[in-house]
């Protein structure tokens, strides 16, 4: 269940509301004026969502490894990326 409430209210409500996600399976939306900005979840949500990533990652890296063209040497790489 997601639950929407104003950054403000939750800091009034802070304590019921991590107890309602760590031991009610809840969530929150948190909004500004009306807007979602962030939310609250459950760390077993977390993870989940944190495996989701990753099998996507590795997807993308496997369909980029199988496109054609020559690989970036391995220097350019660190370069690029400023390692």
């Known amino acids: 269940m997601v639950n ?16 309602r996600v760590a031991y009610g399976n809840e969530s929150f939306v948190l909004t500004r004026r009306g807007e979602p900005v962030a939310a609250i979840v459950s760390m077993q949500e977390l993870k989940m969502l944190q495996e989701l990533e990753d099998k ?13 063209g020559e690989p ?7 370069k690029e990326l400023d390692v």
């Open 4 to 19: 929407k409430i104003s950054a403000a209210d939750a800091r009034k409500k802070f304590a019921n509301i991590i107890n």
């Open 56 to 68: 996507f990652d590795v997807e993308d890296a496997w369909a980029a490894k199988n496109q054609p």
């Open 72 to 78: 970036i040497p391995w220097e350019d790489l660190k």
